[in-house]
């Protein structure tokens, strides 16, 4: 079977149903599906295996874990008591990328193996941290970092 956008413009219940219908037909009745999306977080949840194509050629392709995993960089959420300035220059320090938002919470993007030492010199200066939370890639950030032009060989999972 195949299906384009089949879920594009259609409110969200009309949708949760397709995707029901679609997962029965592939679990009990052994139906494949070439599934095209642009919703990255369908795909994920949908589909077995994922296929990136520019000009109809195939850039990468795996399973959706698979995929996420070769982007090294996490999301990390800190919420904090601190003044933003502190945290700013703190973060400037670790040669991270950061946005510093005006709500006392800042993401951070780093690798999976930067999290433990920044959070220990975090604590170490006594920051008022209140929230930690963690964002792992996903299917999403592939198709981000392919469509601006970031090689899939250079994404490497072996740096996190």
């Known amino acids: ?5 089949p879920t594009a413009s259609l409110d969200p219940e ?7 219908i679609l997962r029965h ?25 994922v296929i990136f194509l520019n000009h109809g050629k195939i850039i990468v392709q795996g399973t959706p ?14 919420t904090y008591l601190d003044p933003p300035e502190r945290m700013r220059r703190f973060l400037a320090r670790q040669m ?12 951070i993007t780093l690798k999976e193996r930067q999290i433990p030492e920044l959070l220990r010199q975090a604590n170490q200066l006594d920051f008022k941290i209140i929230n930690i939370d963690m964002e ?5 950030d592939v198709f981000l970092k392919i469509s601006r032009g ?9 740096s996190r």
Do not use: W
């Open 25 to 49: 037909l592939t679990k009990e009745n052994g139906v494949a599906i070439l599934y095209t999306s642009h919703n990255m977080a369908e795909v994920e949840a949908l589909c077995d295996r």
């Open 150 to 158: 970031c090689h899939p060989e250079f994404i490497s999972g072996s």
């Open 1 to 5: 079977m195949l299906l384009d956008e």
């Open 65 to 78: 874990a698979e995929l996420a995993h070769r982007i090294p960089e996490y999301q990390l959420i800190l």
């Open 136 to 140: 792992k890639p996903k299917l999403e």
């Open 14 to 20: 009309i949708s949760h149903k397709i995707r029901n």
């Open 96 to 107: 991270v990328e950061f946005d510093l938002g005006d709500n006392g919470q800042v993401k």
